[in-house]
C-alpha cells in the first residue's frame, strides 16, 4: 500500500520489507500546536506531532514528509489514534470562486497552486486513512462543516469501505470563542 516513489525515503529495499516498532499511542498530523497530542501527554499517552510550520521535512505534500507521515502512523499501536486537522483553506465555502471547487467538483481548478496543494494532501490523508484501517488504528480528519474534503473520490471510496461515520458539532457548544459548525 505504501506508494514507491516513497520507498527509498522509508528505507525499504527491495525483499527486505519494512520492521516497524508500534510504540506509539497518539499521531497528531497538520498538528499547528499540537494540542491533542499534548493533551494525550497530559494523560500518560506516548504521542509524536507533525507539522509543516516546525521543519520542511514536515510538510505532507512533499515525499518527505509523506513518508515521515507514513512511519508515524505505522508506529501507533492497535487501537491508537491517528488524528489529521489537514489544511482546509482550499476546501472551504470562502475560497470556492477562486478554486472551482464544488461537491461535483470537488478536485476545482489544478492550475491553481494551492489547489493542488490541496489535492496532494487530500490523496494522502485518504491513504493514511486506508493504512489506519487496515492496521487497526482509529483515523479523524478535522474539518469544517462546509468543507468538501470528503467529497473527493478518494475520501469518498475510504470512508464507505471504512465505514467511517462523519460528526459535526458546533464549536460554541464546548466553550470555543467561535460558535462555527
Known amino acids: 500500500m505504501i506508494p514507491n516513489d516513497l520507498h527509498a525515503y522509508m528505507g525499504i529495499s ?13 499521531v497528531e498530523l497538520c498538528s499547528g500546536v499540537a494540542r491533542i497530542a499534548r493533551w494525550g501527554e497530559l ?6 506531532a507533525l507539522d509543516r510550520t516546525c521543519a520542511p521535512h514536515m510538510d505532507m ?10 512511519m508515524l502512523l505505522l508506529r501507533i499501536r492497535r487501537h491508537g489514534l ?4 489537514a489544511q482546509c483553506s482550499s476546501w472551504v465555502w470562502i475560497g470556492r ?3 472551482r471547487r464544488s461537491a461535483g467538483e470537488p478536485l476545482g481548478d489544478t ?11 487530500n490523496a494522502h490523508t485518504a491513504l493514511l486513512a486506508r493504512i489506519a484501517t487496515v ?19 478518494n475520501m469518498r471510496d475510504i470512508i464507505k469501505t471504512s465505514g467511517a461515520n462523519r460528526s459535526y458539532f458546533k464549536m460554541g457548544s464546548l466553550r470555543h470563542s467561535m460558535p462555527k459548525g
Not at 494523560?43 to 509524536?48: D, E, I, M, S
Not at 492550475?111 to 496543494?117: A, F, G
Request: glycine residues 10%; hydrophobic residues 40%; proline residues 6%.
Open 14 to 26: 527491495l525483499g527486505l520489507g519494512l520492521t516497524v516498532l508500534r510504540n506509539l499511542d497518539i
Open 43 to 48: 494523560g500518560g499517552l506516548a504521542v509524536a
Open 61 to 70: 505534500t512533499t515525499p518527505e514528509g509523506q513518508a515521515l507521515s507514513l
Open 82 to 85: 491517528c488524528f489529521n486537522a
Open 97 to 99: 470562486k477562486q478554486t
Open 111 to 121: 492550475t491553481v497552486p494551492s489547489v493542488r496543494e490541496g489535492n496532494t494532501l
Open 135 to 153: 492496521i487497526s488504528v482509529h483515523w479523524v480528519v478535522e474539518q469544517p462543516a462546509s468543507s468538501l474534503f470528503f467529497h473527493t473520490p
